[in-house]
């Protein structure tokens, strides 16, 4: 009986160095996809930009923009197509319908920055908008075919 239970616990310290393996391979991948994100250059680019748009603005050499929160719509902006660029990545630079959707949401999101911020009007985002989608579809539908 002894030995019965010392291989059931054998098997549990197995189980649990097993299984604490396989968490430790998934964080390992997480943390190279996040590092491989490329991404962290781009919010400092970002917020460099923003800070010049603040720095310029009272010198006259950019308009005054009377709907500024809209800067803050480029941080889901920003997300959305890290997102897709993770996505294209973990396809193997395949380009997915995951990575079209993700790609047109990133775009959805920068074109509703610029109409508010530009006071640009509406009715020229949406026809450009669906123009870009199809475009997208297309191409997708093209990669998959081959």
Do not use: C
């Not at 748009?53 to 709907?67: A, D, S």
């Amino acid at each position: 009986m002894s030995n019965l239970d010392d291989l059931k616990q054998e098997n549990k310290m197995k189980d649990r160095y097993t299984r604490r393996q396989e968490r430790r391979e998934r964080r390992a991948v997480r943390r190279a996809d996040r590092q491989a994100g490329g991404w962290g250059w781009i919010s400092g680019l970002i917020l460099i930009a923003i800070g010049l748009f603040y720095l310029l603005q009272p010198t006259g050499f950019l308009p005054n923009f009377t709907n500024w929160w809209a800067l803050f719509l480029l941080l889901p902006a920003v997300g959305v197509l890290s997102a897709a660029l993770g996505a294209y990545r973990r396809n193997g630079g395949q380009w997915t319908g995951e990575v079209t959707g993700l790609f047109l949401g990133g775009l959805l999101f920068l074109g509703i920055t610029a109409v508010f911020l530009f006071n640009l009007d509406f009715s020229w985002f949406t026809p450009l908008f669906l123009i870009a989608a199809g475009l997208l579809l297309l191409i997708a539908a093209g990669r998959q075919g081959k």
